[in-house]
């Protein structure tokens, strides 16, 4: 019997082939000092930032979506001017560039690490740019995802976003690793590409290189050397489902005609092909920050409505675009506005909307951009406030948007107090959508990027489902439109679900959406209401998603 070890899955899909570990390790720097020339050496160390910097840039834009917001915030670490002023000072003092880098890096651990856990999520990735610099001081192989002639399971302790970003579905069948959670960089960016996926897996340590391994994103079981034909039948029945999914077709709908438009994420113009491709009815969250993150200056007026029109023409006459404003703060801090101050816990801090109260000028920009995009286009705009916290928040926002002449400003429900308040928010927002991730990191208190909190960053904690349904009972009282643009509206038992408790949209990354929408198809709009109330009624998440499963028989064939 082959041995099993169970994580989170985080992106659906059956992947099978040897394991081929992540290689991570890259020397410690030597002790002894340079050879005189500190002015030469802290050139080097300079220059190896700047290109390390440069790269993670590089390759952002070649990722597009999130992967650019996450890898752009890693730039951002390697270029950073106090990092490079202790380099320099250390270098100055004797050390060779590569331990310069190291040390000084370390100190910034450390600060990371003790800052709560917000932050201290943030250690992978900034060890990650250590590592790519120190490396290229070193001349050694710049660590990350293994070279191989053939398909393979891709094991690690942790994946930095320099790695999953740039994973080729060709070459990498699925991937598993010990650490991150649910709703993880790691995890949105699988689920982004389509690469099964299972995370915090206690056991990923154990894994040997070579070993034959049966990966269920769904389930979140990995079993290492099964039989092979246990793992041809589990391969027939995702080729199964898959191609159930691919002949969903047309607007979303469920089973007896009631209509739920489908809708992709993206994070710029880069990412509306995939959306086109996989049928997406509009845009449901248009992330705008890849036009701010890794500049010293705030994008012009005319590069903001070139993005932005992108979009509005990208679907037919009448075609949703919801664009939420500039999420700085937290871990997208912006290089040309000054630091909020010390805030000990980001994640609680000046960010979203309320970072824009300190800065109005920025957030009217952005909105007059907006408002001239959409003059002609065949879209129709709808622009949405991040980091909403109560109904003062709403009134403000929608007078800027209105002041702006843009008429439909909705909120994003992503904080407890702003869903247990919804319908006050109601009379100023034209329309809500929830922001699963961070509505479930403020529910349960669960940073989404530490892995051994997982049983608590899943959308199917019924705290956060109640949520979810006091809002959008809130807005049908109001008759406003509410929808879901987080991570739960990819999974599709859970999309049925979210239809029933009255979500009137779902949007999702592009590969999610022919699941979803098969998913949809096989399901009544009763069904979803019954799964709805069974999943309102568990005592836990697995219970939940049993109980759903049990009101939605259609879905079998589906493997959910």
């Not at 003790?114 to 990735?125: F, I, K, L, Q």
């Not at 979203?352 to 109260?357: E, P």
Request: charged share 25%.
């Amino acid at each position: 019997m082959a041995d099993t070890l169970k994580g989170v899955g985080v992106s659906p899909g059956v992947g099978y082939g040897p394991a081929l570990r992540l290689a991570r390790s890259v020397p410690e720097p030597p002790e002894a000092g340079h050879s005189g020339d500190a002015e030469a050496e802290a050139a080097r160390a300079a220059e190896a930032m700047e290109r390390t910097a440069r790269e993670l840039t590089e390759r952002g834009a070649r990722a597009g979506g999130q992967a650019q917001e996450v890898l752009s915030a890693q730039a951002l670490m390697a270029n950073d001017p106090s990092l490079a002023d202790d380099v320099a000072r250390r270098v100055r003092e004797g050390a060779d560039a590569a331990r310069a880098v190291s040390d000084a890096m370390a100190v910034y651990r450390e600060m990371l690490a003790s800052a709560g856990e917000y932050m201290a999520a943030r250690v992978t990735d900034l060890d990650d740019v250590r590592d790519r610099i120190v490396a290229r001081l070193m001349g050694v192989p710049v660590p990350g995802i293994p070279e191989s002639e053939t398909p393979f399971v891709l094991v690690a302790r942790d994946l930095a976003p320099a790695d999953t970003a740039t994973l080729d579905p060709a070459k990498v069948l699925a991937f598993v690793t010990r650490e991150g959670g649910p709703t993880s960089h790691s995890a949105i960016l699988a689920r982004s590409l389509g690469l099964p996926a299972v995370v915090a897996g206690p056991g990923a340590d154990e894994l040997a290189d070579g070993a034959m391994l049966l990966v269920d994103g769904s389930s979140g079981e990995v079993a290492a050397d099964p039989d092979p034909a246990e793992a041809e039948r589990a391969l027939a029945r995702d080729a199964a489902r898959r191609a159930a999914a691919e002949q969903s077709s047309g607007p979303g709908r469920t089973a007896d005609g009631h209509p739920v438009p489908l809708l992709a994420n993206i994070g710029g113009p880069k990412d509306l092909p995939a959306a086109v491709d996989n049928g997406a009815e509009g845009v449901g969250l248009y992330r705008t920050e890849f036009l701010f993150l890794d500049r010293g200056d705030a994008p012009g007026h005319e590069e903001q409505v070139a993005a932005y029109r992108a979009a509005l023409e990208a679907f037919g006459p009448g075609a949703k675009v919801v664009v939420r404003t500039l999420d700085a703060g937290a871990d997208k801090p912006l290089a040309f506005l000054p630091p909020p101050g010390e805030e000990p816990n980001p994640a609680l801090g000046e960010r979203g909307l309320r970072m824009m109260h300190r800065h109005p000028e920025m957030l009217s920009s952005q909105l007059a951009a907006l408002a001239e995009a959409a003059r002609g286009a065949p879209g129709e705009l709808s622009v949405m406030a991040p980091m909403v916290t109560d109904a003062e928040d709403a009134e403000w926002f929608a007078a800027r948007a209105a002041e702006a002449g843009i008429e439909r400003a909705g909120v994003m429900i992503e904080v407890p107090a702003a869903a247990l308040r919804a319908r006050h928010l109601a009379r100023d927002a034209a329309f809500f959508s929830i922001g699963t991730n961070d509505l479930t990191q403020y529910t349960c208190a669960a940073d989404r990027e530490v892995g051994g909190l997982g049983r608590f960053q899943d959308s199917w904690q019924p705290g956060v489902l109640e949520l979810v349904a006091t809002t959008a009972r809130a807005a049908e009282s109001a008759g406003r439109p509410c929808g879901v643009c987080g991570e739960a509206a990819a999974d599709p038992l859970l999309a049925c679900v979210l239809v029933g408790m009255g979500v009137t949209t779902l949007s999702m990354g592009a590969t999610a959406l022919p699941m979803v929408r098969a998913a949809l198809a096989r399901a009544t709009r009763e069904q979803c209401r019954l799964a709805a109330g069974a999943a309102l009624e568990a005592r836990g998440p697995a219970e939940a998603r049993a109980a759903a499963r049990t009101a939605l028989p259609g879905l079998a064939e589906l493997g959910l």
